[in-house]
Nanobody
């Protein structure tokens, strides 16, 4: 079984930074593709970033490119989302997810955390 637990969310002003962490339990972590998604009130869940098991291949949504960065530490079984230059439209619940294949499609991620709230004040 694989469990994902996010942390690091909170309230930040426009232009500020946060780093989200996702701790993963289970021996398959190093072979998983890891992703971050977010869901704002009244909106569908959207892709934010994905990272290959090796940490070399990454994909970031256009809306966060240049501001957010996904990374992983396989030794610590943790994946991170560094978020800089935050905007009010980044306000959402952020979810960490794991998949067996490299994809930006939420439906192909089989493992999900409970989410962490990020609120950016204007």
């Amino acid at each position: 079984q694989v469990y994902l637990v996010e942390s690091g969310g909170g309230l930040v002003q426009t232009g500020g930074s946060l780093r989200l962490s996702c701790a993963i339990s289970g021996r398959t972590f190093s072979s998983l593709v890891m992703g971050w998604f977010r869901q704002a009130p009244g909106k569908e869940r959207e892709f934010v970033a994905a990272l290959s098991w090796s940490g070399i291949g990454t994909t970031h949504a256009d809306s966060v490119k240049g501001r957010f960065s996904i990374s992983r530490d396989n030794a610590k079984s943790t994946v991170y989302l560094q978020m800089d230059t935050l905007k009010p439209e980044d306000t959402a619940v952020y979810y960490c997810a794991g998949a067996r294949v490299y994809t930006v499609t939420a439906e192909r991620y089989g493992y999900w955390g409970q989410g962490t709230q990020v609120t950016v004040s204007s």
